[in-house]
């Protein structure tokens, strides 16, 4: 089946740092790729939709300049967490669907990255 | 707006038992449905998709039923092993197959040897 790959799987920063994290589909292209975070015991939540060589579409109270999604080719999306604050810390999880149409419709995930600020 | 509810939250059963997890969602026009897999700390593991126009998929011991009109899904797991410890998560896609999922809490399984 169809890979994503998410780097770095985990990452500690300090308050105030920035944090850039990698989506990648490794043997297909996905014209769109979704963002999400998951607290502690809690669903997935859609964060942003990001397409590619367009600006991303965020989901209501996601703070476009605090999470900022860029989608330069058809394998990779990054997430930048700005300024990253410790409630910013989270595990963060990105799929990515088959690129020219929806087809069977199937979403692939990455394995995530924890996230933790100190 | 789409919701997606799972039951029970939690289920711990002995290894052997058959055992079936719920999942309802609120708007009938759905695109497709998945069912994930998650171990803690872990990505998800897609086990199986249900396109909008099929009743059912099967995977090995896992069944997973669709009703879409009563917006209704099961997953049945047949012979459940102490592996299949995890949390499961269903999630639905929007009726026009570019939208995003929309995920339930999820049920989290503890099988015991």
């Known amino acids: 089946g169809a890979v994503v790959s998410q780097h770095p799987s985990w990452v500690i920063c300090k308050s105030g740092t920035s944090v850039k994290i990698e989506c990648r589909s490794l043997d297909f292209q996905a014209t769109t790729m979704f963002w999400y975070r998951q607290f502690p015991k809690q669903s997935l939540m859609l964060m942003a939709t990001s397409n590619e060589g367009s600006k991303a579409t965020y989901e209501q109270g996601v703070e476009k300049d605090k999470f900022l999604i860029n989608h330069a080719s058809l394998t990779l999306s990054t997430l930048t967490v700005t300024s990253a604050h410790p409630e910013d810390s989270s595990f963060y999880i990105c799929?990515?669907?088959?690129?020219?149409?929806?087809?069977?419709?199937?979403?692939?995930f990455g394995e995530g990255s924890r996230l933790t600020v100190l | 707006k789409q919701e997606v509810t799972q039951i029970p939250a939690a289920l711990s059963v002995p290894e052997g038992e058959n055992l079936v997890l719920n999942c309802s969602f609120t708007d009938s026009a759905i695109y497709n449905l998945q069912w994930f897999r998650q171990d803690p700390g872990k990505g998800l593991t897609s086990l199986l998709l249900i396109q909008s126009s099929q009743r059912e998929q099967t995977s090995g011991r896992l069944n997973a039923s669709l009703d879409k009109s009563s917006g209704r899904s099961t997953l049945y797991i047949a012979a459940s092993q102490p592996g299949d410890s995890a949390t499961y998560l269903c999630?639905?896609?929007?009726?026009?197959?570019?939208?995003?999922?929309?995920f339930g809490k999820g049920t989290m399984l503890l099988v015991s040897p």
């Open positions: 999630a639905v896609r929007g009726g026009s197959g570019y939208s995003t999922l929309t």
């Open positions: 799929s990515a669907g088959l690129a020219g149409g929806p087809e069977t419709g199937e979403l692939f």
